[in-house]
T-cell receptor, first 114, second 112 residues
Framework: NAGVTQTPKFQVLKTGQSMTLQCAQD?????MYWYRQDPGMGLRLIYY???????DKGEVPNGYNVSRLNKREFSLRLESAAPSQTSVYFC?????????????FGPGTRLTVT | QKEVEQNSGPLSVPEGAIASLNCTYS??????FFWYRQYSGKSPELIMF????GDKEDGRFTAQLNKASQYVSLLIRDSQPSDSATYLC????????????FGGGTRLMVKP
């Protein structure tokens, strides 16, 4: 099993460009998450999806949109990138949203916006 | 707004020593805690989950939870250079479910 995969691994964008970060999991998990990680800030939740067909905002959703394409895939879109969105983006999944469950993280996407 | 505080470090300990990592939190509704480890340039991975007051031991790792003081710690005995990483604390509460709020992490350096 590959676990959680993310593409691309690295990306450089110019201000105003758009892009979609892709995430897929093969663990048959119901819940999926998108985080960003800035130096010294820990992980901050952008959006999450408790189950297929549902999405909810996290702590820092502004400037992002998400799509839960199916049970396996959860994408994050930046419509008009800004330098403040320079960060490392992690996708994660867990068995379900209720009850404490381990979250499994993908390898991350390092995004630079110039 | 939940607050989860960790000393950013770096916390430097010699090989073989005990490393003590601390986490304080503001939300009294938090019932249990995750500790994740993150190596430089890698993704976080779960190392401990503690849900009751007192200690939980797993190999060289011991998590200690004091709900009254809103304080949780992670002790690493016989620290090894391979333990050098950033350790992230995340409280869990039933209302938020798995919408975790992570602390900023403590960077641990174990010197040979």
């Amino acid at each position: 099993n590959a676990g959680v995969t993310q593409t691309p691994k690295f990306q450089v964008l110019k201000t105003g460009q758009s892009m979609t970060l892709q995430c897929a999991q093969d663990m048959n998990h119901n819940s999926m998450y998108w985080y960003r990680q800035d130096p010294g800030m820990g992980l901050r939740l952008i959006y999450y999806s408790a189950s297929e067909g549902t999405t909810d905002k996290g702590e820092v959703p502004n400037g992002y949109n998400v799509s839960r394409l199916n049970k396996r895939e959860f994408s994050l879109r930046l419509e008009s990138a800004a330098p403040s969105q320079t960060s490392v983006y992690f996708c994660a999944s867990s068995e379900e949203a209720g009850g404490p469950h381990e979250q499994y993280f993908g390898p991350g996407t390092r995004l630079t916006v110039t | 707004q939940k607050e989860v505080e960790q000393n950013s470090g770096p916390l430097s300990v010699p090989e073989g020593a005990i490393a003590s990592l601390n986490c304080t939190y503001s939300d009294r509704g938090s019932q249990s805690f995750f500790w994740y480890r993150q190596y430089s340039g890698k993704s976080p991975e779960l190392i401990m989950f503690i849900y009751s007051n007192g200690d939980k031991e797993d190999g060289r790792f011991t998590a200690q939870l004091n709900k009254a003081s809103q304080y949780v710690s992670l002790l690493i005995r016989d620290s090894q250079p391979s333990d050098s990483a950033t350790y992230l604390c995340a409280p869990y509460d039933n209302n938020a479910g798995n919408m975790l709020t992570f602390g900023g992490g403590t960077r641990l350096m174990v010197k040979p």
